[in-house]
């Protein structure tokens, strides 16, 4: 094995990023503004205002700078987890035989087990700044509820998580971990909302969804003073915060001399793949690479391989503004995969934008072959990775193998966004055989898509 180039590249803390890198900065064409569903016209500064902290809003609406600076006190939690090693994947490269170089970005070091602390520990950095006494959230999976609980801890923030009641009970240890950074954990729907109330008489002994555990959260944060409703993916300041996975990404690559061909991604809402991705294609976008940029989403909520783009809710109770982006409409419901993490009708409406500009491609891949690359990864590199990541290892293995079969010495990236240690009724499925695997039929597709809005004409 050649090994000029060190198994794990880790930064210094003095090589931390000091600043985020803003892809918008350097796109041809913005993604369209938010619209308000009611009038059909842009949505005013101090509507996005009354739902997020005012600098988010702030990295929400900036289309010029490419850095922003990271606060001091951000940068010191930075330091617990980050940098993140970037590991030359020299197991995999074996493995599989191939010409291709392997490297990915680990972002499971750290006890919420995935990239979601980089935008949670901003955002509830940001809500302390304002002065504001708490947050509100909504967790599907779990993993964006137990990193922002870690972040609100670290900064004195008062965090209620309304967690969808399916995965309350199928997940109690996820639920705990929260509890001991000091969440309040509520099972959705709950009898503390309007919105609650409502879903409970209609339907006694739901399970609960995400579009009815956001309509909680929201509702909690607007009737609360000092309290604003945080998310995990999708906005452009979350692809912002996470695009210190991309700036470390590419110092530790640019230390030896490494020029990547592709760079692969999982893409749920799209913050991970676009924080990977966004300071190699800002030079992309100016013509000083050409990298081969790849999203991969799960076949059974294909909203880049599949979707309509079009103004859409961003939650399916549709309380929020409408967004352009890829989707496959606010009321598509997925088939219950064990990717919890990438079920999400919609698209971030910068990965929307740039896809449709042809400046990335997107894949997707059936949940039985992410399992098949996921366990194959855990033997020879010994991480055992989640299921949401596991999909842009296979996807890096197929290029891989497509090397193999050309000859090709590509120079592959890819994002390994989490571990998998909450995800063991998944691996057990796959272990025992009983895993299967779902794509929405055209019939499926048609109703998701039947509930796109409408946009009411803007006079
Ligand atoms: C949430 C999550 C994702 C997907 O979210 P993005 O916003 O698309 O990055 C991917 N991997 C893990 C481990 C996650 O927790």
Redesign the pocket.
């Known amino acids: 094995m050649d090994r000029t180039i060190p198994y794990k590249i880790y930064l210094s803390e003095e090589e931390l990023p000091r600043a985020w890198y803003n892809v918008k900065a350097h796109m041809k064409r913005q993604h369209p503004p938010f619209l308000d569903p009611k009038t059909g016209k842009p949505c005013p500064r101090e509507a996005l205002e009354r739902v997020f902290c005012s600098e988010c809003v702030d990295q929400e609406l900036n289309e010029t700078d490419e850095r922003i600076a990271i606060p001091e006190e951000i940068l010191s939690f930075y330091r617990m987890f980050r940098p993140s090693p970037l590991v030359r994947a020299y197991f995999l490269e074996r493995m599989l035989d191939t010409p291709a170089e392997i490297y990915y970005k680990f ?2 070091n750290n006890t919420s ?4 602390l980089n935008s949670a520990a901003a955002q509830a950095y940001y809500a302390k700044k304002q002065g504001l006494a708490g947050v509100t959230t909504e967790t599907g ?1 779990g ?2 509820g137990t ?1 922002l609980a870690m972040a609100a801890a670290f900064f004195g923030l008062k965090l209620d998580v309304f967690m969808v009641k399916v995965s309350y009970e199928q997940k109690p240890f996820r639920k705990e971990v929260m509890r001991t950074y000091g969440a309040n954990v509520i099972p959705s729907p709950s009898d503390t909302t309007e919105a609650g109330r409502r879903i409970l008489k209609a339907f006694p002994g739901t399970g609960g969804s995400l579009g009815c555990a956001i309509a909680e959260a929201v509702e909690t944060a607007q009737n609360r003073e000092s309290c604003r409703y945080v998310l ?3 906005l452009d300041h ?1 692809l912002l915060h ?1 695009s210190v996975i991309g700036l470390e990404a590419k110092a530790a690559l640019e230390k030896y001399g490494v020029d990547v061909d592709m760079v692969i ?11 990977l991705i966004a300071p190699f294609m800002g030079e992309k976008l100016m013509g000083r690479n050409d990298i081969e940029f790849v999203g991969v989403e799960p076949a059974s909520c294909p909203s880049l391989t599949r979707g309509k783009y079009a103004y859409d809710y961003c939650d399916s109770a549709q309380m929020t503004p409408l967004a352009k982006m890829y989707t496959l409409g606010c009321g598509f419901m997925p088939s219950p995969t064990h ?4 079920r ?1 009708h919609g698209m ?1 409406p910068v990965i929307s934008q740039l896809y449709a500009d042809g400046y990335l491609r997107a894949v997707a891949v059936e949940q039985k072959r992410v399992f098949d690359a996921a366990v194959a990864f855990a033997r020879c590199e010994g991480i055992l990775p ?4 596991a ?1 842009a290892i296979c996807a890096a293995m197929d290029e891989a193998l497509a090397c193999k079969r050309t000859g090709k010495k590509k120079r592959i990236l890819f ?1 390994l ?4 240690y909450f995800d063991m009724t998944a691996y057990k499925q796959y272990n025992d055989g009983t895993m299967s695997d779902s794509s929405p039929t055209e019939e499926e597709l048609e109703r998701g898509f039947a509930s796109i809005p409408r946009v009411p004409a803007a006079d």
């Open positions: 972002e499971g087990g995935s990239h979601k999976a993993q964006w990193a995990g993916s999708v979350v996470q991604g999982c893409m749920g809402g799209g913050s991970n793949f676009g924080g990717s919890g993490g990438l999400y971030s989640a299921p949401e990541s999909h994002g966004t989490g571990t998998g």
